[in-house]
C-alpha cells in the first residue's frame, strides 16, 4: 500500500500486523512516562500570577501531559489493543523502576562518598509516587483510551480534536483523582490544602495542554496514518484492559 492511500478498517483485521513506526510511539510513550515520575512528580514549584499571587503546581505537568497526547495516538492511529499493550509495556516500566530505585537507595554507601543523603531526598520517595503512580497511570490511561476508541466510532472519525480533548478531561481527571491523594496526602511536606489544590491544578493544566497541543497531535496522526496506510475503528473491540494480544 502506498503512503497517502488510508483506508479505514476494523481493529481485528489488524491484529498480528506490524507497523513501522509503533514501535517508535511505544518507546517515546514509556520514555516520557519513566522520566515524568523520576525527574518530575515529587518536586512541587510556584509560579506568581497577576492578581492571584503565588500557586503551586507540580513540576512533572511540563512534560506528563505528552504521554497522554501519546496515548491518544496510538489508540487514533492503531486501535485501542495497540494503546493497551503500549500501557502494559507502561506498567512493567513503572514496576521495574519502584524496584530499582528501591535497590539504589537501600544499598550501603562507601564510606568516601558523600551523596547518599541526597539521593535519599531525591529518591527515597520514589517507591510511594511510583506505587499511586501505576495505579493513576493505569486507570486513567485506560479511560482516556476507551473514551477516544468509542468517541472515535461514535463521531466517525470527524473532529479529532473533540474525542483527544474529551478523553483527555475524563482520562487525567481520573489520573489527578488517584495519584495526588495516594503518592502526598498525610505527606509533611504536602499539607492537605497543598494537594487539593495542586491536584485540581495539574488537572486544569494537564487538559489545556492538551488543547495547546492539538496541532501538533493533527499532525502527528496525519502523518503516521498516511505513511501506516491505515485508520483503524474498534468497532467490535473487546475492551478488557487485561490482555496485551494485538
Same mark, same amino acid.
Given at each position: ?15 498480528? $500486523?506490524?507497523? @513501522? ?22 518536586? $512541587? ?39 493497551? $499493550? ?41 517507591? @510511594? ?28 472519525? @470527524?473532529?479529532?480534536?473533540? @474525542? ?83
Amino acid at each position: 500500500m502506498s503512503e497517502g492511500n488510508i483506508r479505514r478498517v476494523d481493529a481485528r483485521s489488524v491484529e498480528g $500486523r506490524h507497523f @513501522r513506526y509503533f514501535d517508535f510511539v511505544m518507546a517515546a510513550f514509556v520514555t516520557i512516562l519513566l522520566l515524568s515520575n523520576v525527574l518530575g512528580a515529587a518536586k $512541587r514549584a510556584v509560579v506568581d500570577l497577576p492578581v492571584i499571587g503565588p500557586w503551586p503546581f507540580g513540576a512533572g505537568i511540563l512534560f506528563f501531559p505528552i504521554s497522554y497526547v501519546l496515548g491518544d495516538v496510538l489508540t487514533e492511529v492503531y486501535g485501542y489493543a495497540f494503546a493497551r $499493550r503500549c500501557i502494559w509495556a507502561g506498567f512493567a516500566a513503572l514496576m521495574f523502576m519502584a524496584f530499582m530505585s528501591w535497590v539504589v537507595v537501600a544499598l550501603p554507601p562507601d564510606a568516601g562518598w558523600n551523596g547518599q543523603a541526597a539521593y535519599e531526598q531525591v529518591f527515597g520517595q520514589v517507591p @510511594r509516587i511510583i506505587a499511586a503512580s501505576i495505579i493513576a497511570f493505569w486507570v486513567g490511561e485506560f479511560a482516556n483510551s476507551v473514551v477516544l476508541a468509542k468517541m472515535k466510532v461514535w463521531s466517525q472519525g @470527524r473532529h479529532l480534536w473533540m @474525542r483527544t480533548i474529551g478523553s483527555t478531561v475524563v482520562g487525567q481527571g481520573v489520573d489527578s483523582l488517584f495519584f495526588y491523594p495516594l503518592a502526598f496526602l498525610g505527606s509533611s511536606d504536602w499539607p492537605a490544602d497543598k494537594v487539593l489544590i495542586i491536584m485540581v491544578t495539574q488537572w486544569a493544566l494537564k487538559v489545556g495542554w492538551e488543547a495547546i497541543l492539538t496541532p501538533v497531535t493533527y499532525l502527528v496522526v496525519g502523518f503516521l496514518k498516511r505513511h501506516e496506510g491505515v485508520d483503524v475503528y474498534d468497532e467490535d473491540t473487546d475492551f478488557t484492559p487485561f490482555a496485551t494480544k494485538v
